[in-house]
C-alpha cells in the first residue's frame, strides 16, 4: 500500500492516531463479511450487548495467547497492508498475532474501557458494513457526572482502518454508545472530520445505525507455545 502513514495522522489527537479511509476495496470488504457471517456457531461468543469472535482463541487466565497462526482471511490483505504501511514495527512480533471480531447492531454499543497491559499498545481497526462513532474518554473523568461526555470522537467509516496507540491506549478508555442514531457529528465535534472519504453523506449530522463489524487487531505480549502451556493454563 502506497500510503505514508503521516498523511492520515488525526492531527487533534494528544498522540498517535492514524485513519485511512480506503483501507480494503468493496470486494475485500464482501469476502471478510462473508466468512464472519457463514462461520460456525461455536465460534460466536453472545454478550449481553453485543456478540464476537476471537481469533486464533481467546487468552488464557494468565493473559497469555497459546501460539496458534491467524485464519488466512484474516492475513491477507489485512496484515500484508499492516506491513507496507509500518502499523505494527515496533510490535515485539512485528505484526498482530489476535484479532477480535465484534458485531454491532444498532442500538448496541460497549461500555468505555481499555484493553489492558495483555497487548501491546497499539489497535489496529478495520470497520466493515456500516460507519459508527467510537469516543474516547479521558480516564477519571467521572462516570456520574453531567460532564461526562466524550472528550473526542472518532467516525469510522466502512472499509476504514483506525490506528492507535501510546497515550490513546494508555491514558483513554473507549466505547460505544448504546444508539439506533449517532448525532452531533461535524468538523468541530468529529477529530478525523478532514480524513473522512464521504463528509458530504455527514454534512447533515447524524446518520441511522446499521449492522457495524469491526476487526480488532492487536499483538498479545505472552505467547506459549503448543505443549508448554500449563503454567499458562493454572496448571500447578
Excluded at 449481553?48 to 476471537?54: E, F, N
Amino acid at each position: 500500500m502506497n500510503v505514508d502513514l503521516e498523511t492520515v495522522r488525526i492531527k487533534s489527537l494528544a498522540d498517535d492516531a492514524f485513519y485511512l479511509a480506503d483501507f480494503i476495496t468493496e470486494e475485500e470488504e464482501e469476502v471478510l463479511l462473508q466468512k464472519i457471517t457463514t462461520a460456525p456457531r461455536h465460534r460466536w461468543t453472545c454478550l449481553s450487548h453485543r456478540r464476537l469472535q476471537t481469533w486464533p482463541s481467546a487468552l488464557t487466565k494468565s493473559n497469555a495467547l497459546i501460539s496458534s497462526p491467524l485464519q488466512a482471511w484474516l492475513v491477507s490483505p489485512v496484515i500484508s497492508r499492516f506491513e507496507s504501511l509500518g502499523v505494527f514495527a515496533d510490535a515485539p512480533h512485528k505484526a498482530p498475532n489476535h484479532v477480535l471480531v465484534n458485531e454491532y447492531r444498532p442500538g448496541q454499543g460497549i461500555m468505555p474501557h481499555e484493553d489492558g497491559a495483555a497487548y501491546f499498545p497499539l489497535v489496529a481497526t478495520v470497520s466493515l458494513g456500516a460507519p459508527i462513532v467510537l469516543d474516547l474518554y479521558q480516564k477519571g473523568q467521572g462516570r456520574d457526572s453531567e460532564d461526562h461526555r466524550p472528550q473526542q470522537r472518532i467516525l469510522q467509516e466502512r472499509r476504514s482502518l483506525l490506528v492507535t496507540t501510546k497515550k490513546i491506549y494508555t491514558d483513554y478508555l473507549h466505547g460505544i454508545a448504546e444508539t439506533t442514531r449517532d448525532e452531533g457529528l461535524g468538523p468541530d465535534s468529529i477529530c478525523n472530520w478532514d480524513l473522512l472519504r464521504e463528509q458530504d453523506r455527514y454534512r447533515c449530522g447524524w446518520f441511522e445505525r446499521e449492522t457495524r463489524i469491526s476487526l480488532t487487531y492487536r499483538d498479545v505480549l505472552r505467547v506459549a507455545k503448543v505443549g508448554n502451556t500449563m503454567k499458562f493454563l493454572g496448571g500447578r
